[in-house]
């Protein structure tokens, strides 16, 4: 009896021609569901990435070449006068200058400070979680209260900047109204915020690197000093990309911490990008101006990631 059922009740396995016939229709079927099960997860993501982040820099790029005041329900096409007019502004070139000395000092310091801390907080120590605990704390801070904050440390008449300088003769400087400090003190400032999220990421890095490879190094009679040159810094180096670019991009974004303490001054001393872009859109209500400041921000920002993917990232050592 040649049927497809077998007589032990099973279903015969198919002749080679039927499967034959049939693989090629199955990867399709499953090539589709694989197809569809990607655009149901993608679609929403991809709706809300195209609502929230490349349409607003879609219109706002629109907004730059206009003389909208945020106030008038028209608005003219003037081209590129914006553009113009900002590199012909010394105020905005100035903010170009001190955007440079502020994301330098607080990636570069925060860089070094960080991991400092992190190979601090990586020695078996009592109470190291603690320490960790408060090392972090900063960082999840509000602007606000950290501005707050170190308004009173840096206040020269009764700040706690007063009674430390003392003992070595020196009069506390007025770090927020003097031109001269204004920057210092916000690089300070941030530096002390962002340090502990820092030294978590690069602790985190620490605490997976191969040991075997240190305790032949200590083998071989590997100071701190060569094992930290010659194995911790390569070993970390994905961990110190990726901090270059977040902290450069966060840093440029900076904005809570001046608003509270400096409002960009005094005179434009403290004036960063962000700022000046608030300034121009929300205090003299020129919003293509603002605008114009933005794209010039964005393209930045985006030159330097690209620069630090393309260049950088060949001295990154993946294990």
């Known amino acids: 009896m040649t049927t497809d059922?077998?007589?032990d009740g099973r279903a015969a396995p198919?002749?080679?021609a039927t499967a034959g016939a049939a693989g090629p229709r199955t990867r399709a079927r499953r090539r589709r569901r694989e197809y569809l099960l990607f655009a149901a997860f993608a679609a929403p993501n991809f709706f809300f990435l195209l609502v929230f982040a490349y349409w607003p820099v879609i219109y706002n790029a629109y907004l730059s070449l206009t003389d909208w005041d945020m106030v008038?329900?028209?608005?003219h096409m003037i081209g590129l006068d914006n553009y113009t007019s900002l590199f012909a502004d010394p105020d905005f070139r100035g903010s170009l200058w001190t955007t440079v000395l502020f994301v330098v000092g607080?990636?570069?310091?925060?860089?070094?400070?960080?991991?400092a801390t992190a190979l601090l907080l990586n020695q078996r120590l009592r109470g190291r979680n603690v320490v960790r605990t408060?090392?972090?704390a900063p960082y999840?801070?509000?602007g606000a209260a950290v501005g707050t904050l170190w308004l009173f440390i840096f206040d020269p008449n009764y700040g706690l900047i007063r009674p430390l300088l003392a003992p070595l003769g020196l009069a506390a400087p007025a770090m927020m109204t003097d031109s001269k400090w204004a920057l210092s003190g916000l690089v300070l400032v941030y530096l002390w915020k962002n340090i502990g999220f820092v030294a978590v990421v690069y602790l985190a890095g620490l605490q997976g690197l191969p040991r075997d490879v240190f305790e032949a190094a200590a083998l071989d009679g590997a100071g701190a000093w060569t094992r930290l040159r010659r194995i911790i810094l390569p070993l970390l180096s994905p961990v110190t990309f990726f901090l270059?670019?977040?902290c450069t991009i966060s840093t440029f974004q900076a904005f809570d911490v001046i608003a509270v303490m400096t409002n960009g001054g005094p005179g434009t001393s403290?004036?960063?990008l962000s700022w000046f872009i608030y300034d121009q859109g929300f205090r003299t209500f020129d919003a293509g101006r603002a605008s114009a400041a933005a794209m010039i921000m964005f393209v930045v920002l985006l030159l330097i990631t690209g620069f630090q993917a393309r260049f950088l990232q060949r001295k990154v050592h993946y294990q």
């Open 244 to 246: 270059l670019v977040t």
């Open 72 to 75: 008038s329900s028209t608005w």
């Open 140 to 142: 999840v801070l509000s």
């Open 106 to 115: 607080i990636v570069a310091g925060g860089l070094v400070l960080g991991l």
């Open 134 to 136: 408060l090392a972090f």
């Open 5 to 7: 059922l077998m007589q």
């Open 14 to 16: 198919p002749s080679p």
């Open 270 to 272: 403290t004036s960063i």
